[in-house]
């Protein structure tokens, strides 16, 4: 993304919208992996509810990998 792009709620509008369609279809949580090193996104999903629940490495390339999860109300 463009940085003149960043900050203008397009991501936490995408992961509202993305909870709202997981609870519509029944589901009670979500959750996604990312690189250990990612600040930038651990800290949108953290400003939105989800915790580190996981870490491990990569199966392929050996680098640190986290799991962010919420349960969905």
């Known amino acids: 993304m463009?940085?003149?792009?960043r900050r203008h709620g397009v991501g936490a509008a995408l992961l509202v919208e993305a909870e709202?369609?997981?609870r519509t279809?029944?589901?009670h949580a979500t959750g996604t992996w990312?690189?250990?090193?990612?600040?930038?996104?651990?800290?949108?999903?953290?400003?939105n509810?989800?915790?580190i629940t996981e870490s491990g490495p990569n199966d392929?390339?050996?680098a640190t990998m986290v799991k962010l999860t919420k349960r969905l109300r």
């Not at 463009?2 to 792009?5: D, E, G, I, Q």
């Not at 990312?34 to 400003?47: H, K, P, Q, V, W």
Request: aromatic share 14%.
């Open 60 to 62: 392929l390339t050996g």
């Open 25 to 27: 279809q029944g589901a």
């Open 20 to 22: 709202h369609w997981f």
């Open 2 to 5: 463009l940085p003149a792009s």
């Open 49 to 51: 509810g989800y915790a």
């Open 34 to 47: 990312t690189s250990g090193t990612n600040a930038a996104l651990i800290g949108r999903y953290e400003r």
